[in-house]
């Protein structure tokens, strides 16, 4: 289970102060409520955040000189976010790496070689103020497997930079559990799909960075408060979570509930209305004061059953594992990398197992290969079927290597697909790209 911060000061998302039943409301006696936690509000200049108070992480947004490799980024825009609110200055640079740009890629963005040769920056430059803006904040960006792992990640290898190791946010995985509605979760259908009013612009990565955090903020977030997730690292995990099509569901099923509970806050001030899930999951154990819509009487969280249901079902959404006492002494299996190290050992068998280890190094290249060849067999005709998808996943199931890569890539872009009988034509897409990606690392 996720750890929720502690809620003696509750974050609560744009609340709206009603004055309905102030001077009248009643309420529950002190022999029924014991203690009674009444929640802070923290206005911000842009309403508050529904998220962790120190949730802070960053939205990055990049174009790209084209689809075929090499690949190069030539624009990189990012917003530092506390919670839901941008704060401070956007970041925004433009690089120059001396290559031509795709004429296709061009028509999208707009930018030319001699326009970058002109406005560009050195691109280690960039990279590193980048990485001097975001600092250790985790990241969120569209289609993090591609812009993040495939382009930035290995850019900042070629310039020689340290790995910018930080948990990531692919809001494009999140869209897909979101979003039910939209015939694709690519960012440009997004905008169209829920704010076609406005006007069509030249793809830039500072344009798609304002339009993704205005999506997150307006659509995502309702969501996600009616599911009752909260914090960056709750929405993190909800954006993996498959099969894809589970998640949307039930999505769609939190969405039909009522937003009609409200909460009061310091002050004897009524705030709301919210999601009942989205109250149990910021006040969880702590006893709140809340209200239903029409009614006049407050009663202790704890003791309305509504509010118990809504606890029971947010803890559906990540069960918690059952963990065993590590002991002291960590056992030492024959044949490991352990074992081969611990004294003592008859130099005999160290020797034996030694010369086995040296022989299994070639058996995670055999299944390399042998991936490579179903691949190839699997994409012959340049499509994949959802039997042949499920060949796939078998496949990596079954293999005894798999943090070994392009088997963990892979695996990695496959937890992102549904796993349906009629395979999403954009996940198709993407995976097809991946695939011919690592057929070209092989050749």
């Known amino acids: 289970m996720i750890v929720r911060r502690h809620l003696a000061k509750a974050f609560l998302s744009a609340p709206t102060l009603s004055n309905e039943g102030q001077d009248s409301f009643s309420l529950p006696p002190d022999h029924r409520c014991g203690k009674i936690e009444f929640p802070l509000l923290f206005y911000l200049s842009s309403g508050v955040s529904d998220m962790h108070k120190h949730d802070e992480w960053v939205v990055v947004s990049a174009e790209i000189s084209g689809l075929t490799p090499p690949v190069y980024a030539i624009e990189i825009a990012a917003q530092r976010m506390q919670g839901w609110r941008a704060y401070g200055e956007p970041f925004h640079m433009l690089l120059n790496h001396r290559v031509d740009i795709d004429p296709a890629a061009k028509a999208l963005h707009g930018y030319s070689r001699t326009y970058l040769n002109e406005h560009g920056l050195n691109p280690l430059y960039v990279h590193r ?50 979003i039910s509605e939209a015939k694709s979760h690519k960012l440009p259908a997004l905008v169209k799909a829920f704010h076609s009013t406005e006007k ?40 993996q979570r ?7 569901e039930a999505t769609a099923v939190a969405m039909k509930a009522p937003k009609e509970w409200y909460v009061l806050a310091e002050g004897k001030r ?10 149990a999951a910021l006040a969880e154990e702590d006893n709140w004061l809340i209200s239903r819509r029409g009614s006049k009487e407050w009663l202790p969280s704890q003791e309305v059953p509504e509010f118990q ?84 996943r078998n496949w ?24 349906e009988e009629e395979i999403d034509v954009e996940e198709k897409d993407e995976l097809l790209t991946i695939i011919q990606d690592i057929l070209a690392a092989f050749e």
């Open 270 to 279: 009524r705030v709301g209305p919210y999601y009942l899930r989205y109250l």
């Open 396 to 419: 990596i199931e079954q293999c005894p290597y798999p943090d070994n890569s392009p088997v963990a890539h892979l695996k990695n872009a496959l937890n992102y697909i549904s796993d």
């Open 200 to 239: 069509e612009q030249k793809s830039r990565a500072l344009e798609e960075m304002q339009a993704l955090i205005k999506l997150m903020r307006h659509v995502f977030r309702e969501r996600l408060n009616a599911l009752g997730l909260i914090g960056f690292e709750e929405i993190c995990a909800w954006s």
């Open 309 to 392: 249901q809504a606890l029971e079902e947010n803890s559906r959404l990540f069960p918690k594992e059952d963990t065993k006492e590590a002991t002291d002494t960590p056992k030492i299996f024959l044949g490991t990398d352990a074992a081969l190290s611990s004294e003592p050992l008859f130099p005999k068998l160290k020797g034996g197992l030694e010369k086995e280890k040296e022989e299994e190094s070639f058996k995670p290249k055999a299944m390399v290969y042998e991936l490579i060849g179903l691949l190839k067999g699997l994409t012959a005709d340049g499509d994949l079927n959802a039997q042949e998808l499920r060949l796939l």
């Open 129 to 178: 103020q980048l990485r001097k803006y975001a600092g250790s904040r985790p990241v969120a960006v569209h289609n993090l497997g591609f812009f993040w792992k495939g382009v930035l990640q290995p850019e900042r290898a070629k310039l020689r930079l340290s790995e910018w190791d930080t948990p990531g946010l692919c809001t494009m995985a999140l869209a897909r559990r979101l």
């Open 242 to 248: 498959c099969p894809t099509a589970s998640c949307r």
